[in-house]
């Protein structure tokens, strides 16, 4: 998907189609960005910001508050996405802002585990070793 983009705009772009539910909060993100370095200046918001403020925030979180199962398994896809996308810059943010949160807070980590998919699962294994829980115990 768009390999003469930025980061950014990938991540931002991936977010935008596939939760078209959502791009009012990918849209204010960008108001509020676009205020803070005051007004008409060309920006891009970071894709760390996409990922922070934009899915952790406001979907991927939420919709494990209210087990919302139809936007976790696009939100693993994303992730999945992500983590398959060849950019090494997107797959150390998927791993920061992610994958660190999620282990971070291991009842988060449990409560989307059932969604991961392969990718996602192989970093949890490759960075748990940092934390202190077994994020894949036995028999679970």
């Given at each position: 998907m768009l390999e003469n983009t930025s980061d950014s705009l990938y991540v931002r772009l991936l977010i935008w189609d596939r939760f078209p539910e959502f791009r009012g909060i990918v849209l204010e993100l960008e108001k509020d960005e676009r205020e803070l370095i005051g007004g008409n200046q060309e920006f891009e918001v970071g894709s760390y910001s996409y990922i922070s403020e934009a899915f952790m925030d406001k979907i991927l979180l939420p919709s494990l508050g209210s087990r919302d199962t139809a936007t976790l398994m696009k939100a693993s896809q994303?992730?999945?996405?992500?983590?398959?996308?060849?950019?090494?810059?997107?797959?150390?943010?998927?791993?920061?802002?992610?994958?660190?949160?999620?282990?971070?807070?291991?009842?988060?980590?449990?409560?989307?585990?059932?969604?991961?998919?392969?990718?996602?699962?192989?970093?949890?294994?490759?960075?748990?070793?940092?934390?202190?829980f077994n994020p894949f115990p036995e028999g679970s």
């Open positions: 994303t992730v999945e996405d992500l983590l398959e996308c060849g950019r090494d810059s997107v797959v150390e943010m998927v791993n920061i802002r992610i994958v660190d949160y999620l282990l971070g807070f291991p009842e988060r980590w449990f409560e989307f585990r059932e969604f991961v998919g392969p990718n996602l699962a192989e970093q949890v294994s490759l960075r748990g070793i940092y934390f202190n």
